[in-house]
């Protein structure tokens, strides 16, 4: 069992930034990947950004593209996920998620069912 703690959260004005960080309690294979996907009031729960963890390749939504990073870092079995240039439409739950993928490229990591570990969720508030 692998447990997420996220933490970064919280309300911001439109164009500014904003950090989540999610530490995994431990990594379970070379296959690991995290990845972040947001969930806003009435609406489905969708990808925002993922990385795999043995060669760093990092994904993300055309929505967020240009404007959040996403980043790990090894010894601290923890991701990162740089949100700049916020806009209202950003707002929502922030969700980290953790799996083991026999499969890697885009069309995995950006799946829901991919991901194995949930975190419990971060709000995010950007504000007009």
């Known amino acids: 069992q692998v447990q997420l703690v996220e933490s970064g959260g919280g309300l911001v004005q439109a164009g500014g930034s904003l950090r989540l960080s999610c530490r995994a309690s431990?990594?379970?294979?070379?296959?690991?990947?995290m990845g972040w996907f947001r969930q806003a009031p009435g609406k489905e729960r969708e990808f925002v950004a993922a990385i795999g963890w043995s060669d760093g390749s990092p994904y993300y939504a055309d929505s967020v593209k240009g404007r959040f990073t996403i980043s790990r870092d090894s010894a601290k079995n923890t991701v990162y996920l740089q949100m700049n240039t916020l806009k209202p439409e950003d707002t929502a739950v922030y969700y980290c998620?953790?799996?083991?993928?026999?499969?890697?490229?885009?069309?995995?990591?950006?799946?829901?069912?991919?991901?194995?570990?949930w975190g419990q969720g971060t709000q995010v508030t950007v504000s007009s």
């Open positions: 431990k990594r379970t294979s070379s296959r690991f990947a």
């Open positions: 998620a953790a799996g083991d993928p026999l499969y890697s490229g885009r069309y995995v990591y950006t799946r829901k069912g991919t991901y194995d570990y």
